[in-house]
Every structure is written in C-alpha cells, then in structure tokens.
Nanobody
C-alpha cells in the first residue's frame, strides 16, 4: 500500500514557482513525526538524488543547486512535508519524490509515484 503520496507538480515557465506536498495518509503521527524527511528528484538521464531534508526539529539541508530557491517545511499535525520551489529553471525538470531518511541518510520507505515537475523554455 502507498505510504507516501506526492502532489503539486506540473508545467511551469522558467522563473515560476510550485509548491509540492508529500502526505502520509496511512501513517500515524507518532510514526511520522520522529523521521527526518527529504525530497528527491530524478531528472532525465540522471540518478535519483536527495535535494532537501528536514529534521523533526525543522533543521534543514539543501543541495547547492537548489539552495536559496527551494524551501522544505513540515506540518507534523497533518503528516505533510512541503517543498516550495521558486525561480525554477529547466534544470529543475524532474520527477520529485519524498521519503523518510534512515540514520544513514538512506531512503526508509517504499517509493511513491512521485510528481512530475516540468519547467519549459
């Protein structure tokens, strides 16, 4: 069964913005809340890579390519993780996925279907 459901992707022009959501509808809050959560993306011809993460205490980390443009946040009461993406460029085109991170910073749960972000020129 699906544990993580991503949404919010779409087609956007360069310079535009999107906000992605990741929900855990079948996960109780006591399981969701202690996890470090992350957003990954996989662009055409590329491997899936972690681009942003957030701890239970809301400390964040970003890959250099999105730093200053993307903001990860979480609402534990709603079991939701967000990724606000601003000033998008074509290099951001990818399928975006969320997942929990293990203590070794590896994906913890099964992958969801992801949500496609396409930045057109």
């Amino acid at each position: 069964q699906v544990q993580l459901v991503e949404s919010g992707g779409g087609l956007v022009q360069p310079g535009g913005s999107l906000r992605l959501s990741c929900k855990a509808p079948r996960m109780i809050t006591s399981v969701f809340n202690p996890n470090v959560m992350g957003w990954y993306r996989q662009g055409p011809g590329k491997e899936r890579e972690l681009v942003a993460s957030i701890t239970p205490d809301r400390a964040t980390d970003y890959v250099d390519s999105v730093k200053g443009r993307f903001t990860i946040s979480r609402d534990n009461s709603r079991k939701t993780v967000y990724l606000q993406m601003n000033n998008l460029n074509p290099e951001d085109t990818a399928a975006y996925y969320c997942n929990a991170l293990t203590t070794a910073r590896q994906p913890k749960f099964d992958w969801g279907r992801g949500t496609q972000v396409t930045v057109s020129s």
